[in-house]
């Protein structure tokens, strides 16, 4: 699928290119992957919106053919809810329908060749998540059935961290200036620091911040730009999990590269920290190790430490349990985030609590199991409720006597999943 010279960071640049609406954008972002896939055909963009719960479509890349743009809507208007898991819920980043989709749900092959007449066989999507709820895909129509290759899942799921990281740029790009709290450094294309602000003053941060420009600059030169792998290894979603580098031009056209904080933002609905629940959102959507490493920027020794806090903060036993916990078609589409005495909880949609066996709870207890089922540890417990660890962990042990349980994982099956 691939040209001979394919020049995979001007769809990088092209990605950081902030100006214009979403259509106009995409139009840039579609210009430069056609090039890569070089299939035939005319290829589709899309923005989308994805919870557990709804999926959305938003604006189509400008210039697309209305027929195109009609076969897409359909597509997505005919969709089974378990090809939308399939598709949007799975962390998949590129695969093509006869891979993905129509082998398990072969009423969508019918609905697609019937709607397309039989003229296409095949369909390949790669989707580009932007780790908040929001994303792009680009869709290409194929003639023939098709398989992606080994490298260009490694390929396009690294330029997925960057159009993701993107997304999230354009969201705050109205109020982005300069002297946007957002903007933590300036530096020229040597790496030189022009200005710095906020934790990029500290010495050893400056240092990387120079070092990564240095790499990014290798990357866009015409030798880096043919060494496609190196180049791409070079140039990661985010510099250690918390900045875009983005291109600034002065108005003597003299160029910068500007430091931005971008990292995805969550809410703490389960006592876990910004960056853990960063990582746990993309670990439930299926991705490994070394993919979050390079879409946050940071060290698969990094990621697999995360991870293994979330799970002992969640009394979650292995990482398949905590897939399954956060992946978006899996247990948490039962809840939705709210928020409660200013504590932002996950409640169900409908009872999920059987409140019969809570009846032999103290009032205090109860209280504490709401905290428990929301993730909270036994230290974030005793400062909300002013008490001391041990005092909790005693009341946490007398729950679990009480209810017959030995762990929270337990805990939380015996007060939920009995109840639908």
Same mark, same amino acid.
């Given at each position: 699928m691939n040209t001979k010279h394919p020049d995979w960071i001007s769809l990088i640049e092209a990605s950081y290119n902030l100006e214009g609406n979403d259509s106009q954008w995409l139009k840039r972002l579609i210009d430069h992957a056609s090039r890569l896939l070089n299939l035939g055909t005319e290829p589709i963009g899309w923005t989308f919106r994805c919870t557990p719960t709804t999926f959305k479509l938003g604006n189509f890349s400008e210039g697309t053919s209305k027929a195109l743009t009609y076969v897409a809507r359909m597509s997505h208007?005919?969709?089974? %809810?378990?090809?939308?898991?399939? @598709? +949007?819920?799975?962390?998949?980043?590129?695969? @093509?329908?006869?891979?993905?989709?129509?082998?398990?749900?072969?009423?969508?092959?019918?609905?697609? !060749?019937?709607?397309?007449?039989? /003229? !296409?066989?095949?369909?390949?999507?790669? *989707?580009?998540? =932007?780790?908040?709820g929001s994303g792009v895909s680009i869709g290409v129509l194929l003639k023939e059935t098709s398989t992606v290759t080994a490298q260009e899942r490694r390929r396009w799921s690294q330029i997925a961290a960057h159009i993701g990281a993107a997304i999230r740029l354009r969201n705050m790009a109205a109020r982005l200036s300069i002297d946007s709290p957002e903007v933590e450094a300036i530096l020229d294309s040597g790496g030189t620091i022009q200005d710095a602000r906020g934790p990029a003053k500290d010495h050893d941060v400056r240092d990387k911040l120079r070092e990564v420009v240095r790499y990014i600059e290798r $990357?866009?030169?015409? &030798?880096?730009? %043919?060494?496609?792998?190196?180049?791409?290894?070079?140039?990661?979603?985010? &510099?250690?999990?918390?900045?875009? !580098? &983005?291109?600034?031009?002065?108005?003597?056209? /003299?160029?910068?590269?500007?430091?931005?904080?971008? #990292?995805?933002?969550y809410p703490d609905p389960r006592g876990l920290t910004p960056?853990? /629940?960063?990582?746990?959102? +993309?670990?439930?959507?299926?991705?490994?190790?070394?993919?979050?490493?390079y879409t946050l920027g940071l060290s698969e020794a990094a990621i697999t430490n995360c991870t293994a806090r979330v799970?002992?903060?969640?009394?979650?036993?292995?990482?398949?349990?905590?897939?399954?916990?956060?992946?978006p078609n899996g247990f948490r589409r039962k809840l939705a985030e709210t928020m409660l005495s200013g504590r932002q909880l996950l409640i169900g949609a409908y009872p999920l &609590?059987?409140?019969?066996?809570?009846?032999?709870?103290?009032?205090?207890?109860?209280?504490?199991?709401?905290?428990?089922?929301?993730? =909270?540890? *036994?230290? #974030?417990?005793?400062?909300?409720?002013? $008490?001391?660890?041990?005092?909790?962990a005693n009341q946490v042990q007398s729950i679990f006597r009480k209810l017959s349980v030995r762990s929270r994982g337990e805990l939380v099956a015996q007060l939920q999943i009995k109840s639908y």
């Open positions: 208007t005919l969709a089974s %809810e378990k090809s939308l898991d399939l @598709t +949007y819920r799975t962390g998949v980043v590129i695969a @093509t329908a006869s891979e993905l989709v129509f082998p398990r749900l072969p009423d969508m092959h019918k609905m697609f !060749m019937n709607l397309l007449k039989g /003229r !296409m066989q095949d369909l390949l999507v790669i *989707n580009c998540q =932007s780790g908040i $990357s866009r030169t015409q &030798v880096g730009r %043919e060494n496609v792998d190196e180049a791409l290894n070079n140039w990661e979603g985010l &510099v250690s999990g918390r900045w875009s !580098m &983005v291109d600034r031009f002065d108005s003597d056209g /003299r160029r910068f590269i500007v430091a931005i904080k971008n #990292d995805p933002a960056r853990e /629940r960063q990582i746990a959102e +993309y670990v439930g959507l299926g991705c490994a190790s070394k993919e979050i490493a799970q002992n903060k969640l009394g979650i036993t292995s990482r398949p349990e905590l897939v399954a916990f956060f992946a &609590v059987n409140t019969r066996q809570l009846a032999g709870l103290s009032e205090t207890e109860r209280d504490i199991v709401a905290l428990l089922i929301a993730g =909270s540890t *036994n230290a #974030d417990i005793a400062q909300r409720r002013g $008490s001391s660890e041990h005092t909790v």
